[in-house]
C-alpha cells in the first residue's frame, strides 16, 4: 500500500522547536523531490520547504519559503525512505496542519498531515 506517514507535531510555545518526520511506504522515492506543505485554517495549502535528491553522487538542493527561511531546515534519508523538518524559532503564524509530499512523474503523494500548533 502506497502511503506517507507523518509524525511529531503538537503544541509548542512561540520561540521553540519541533522536528517533523514523513516515512513513505509503497512509494519510490529515491531520485525524486519530497516536500512539506502546510495549511492553515481558512487558507490554502502553501509549500514551506523541498528538497531534490543528489542521488549520491551531488548534493541535495534545499528550497524554502521566505517565510520560513533560516528558521526550518529540510532533510532527507533515502535508506529509511524518509524526509524530515526541524523547525526552529516557531511563530504562532507558523500553526497549520504539515503535510508531506512526494512528487512521481504521474502523480503526486500525499500524508494525512500532522498538526502543529505554536502558542503565543
Known amino acids: 500500500q502506497e502511503q506517507l506517514v507523518e509524525s511529531g507535531g503538537g503544541l ?9 518526520s514523513c516515512v513513505a ?4 522515492v529515491s531520485s525524486r523531490p519530497m516536500a512539506w506543505y502546510r495549511q492553515a485554517p481558512g487558507k490554502e495549502r502553501e ?8 542521488d549520491g553522487g551531488n548534493t541535495d538542493v534545499a528550497d524554502y ?3 520560513v527561511k533560516g528558521r526550518f531546515s529540510i532533510s532527507r ?3 529509511r525512505k524518509a ?7 516557531l511563530k504562532p503564524e507558523d500553526t497549520a496542519v504539515y503535510y508531506c509530499n512526494v512528487k512521481s ?3 503526486d503523494f500525499w500524508g494525512r ?3 502543529v500548533t505554536v502558542s503565543s
Open 65 to 67: 519559503s521566505d517565510s
Open 113 to 115: 498531515g500532522t498538526q
Open 83 to 89: 524526509v524530515y523538518l526541524q523547525m526552529n524559532s
Open 12 to 20: 509548542v510555545q512561540a520561540g521553540g522547536s519541533l522536528r517533523l
Open 105 to 107: 512523474p504521474w502523480r
Open 25 to 28: 511506504s509503497g512509494i519510490f
Open 47 to 54: 509549500l514551506v520547504a523541498s528538497i531534490t535528491d543528489g
Open 77 to 79: 534519508d533515502n535508506a
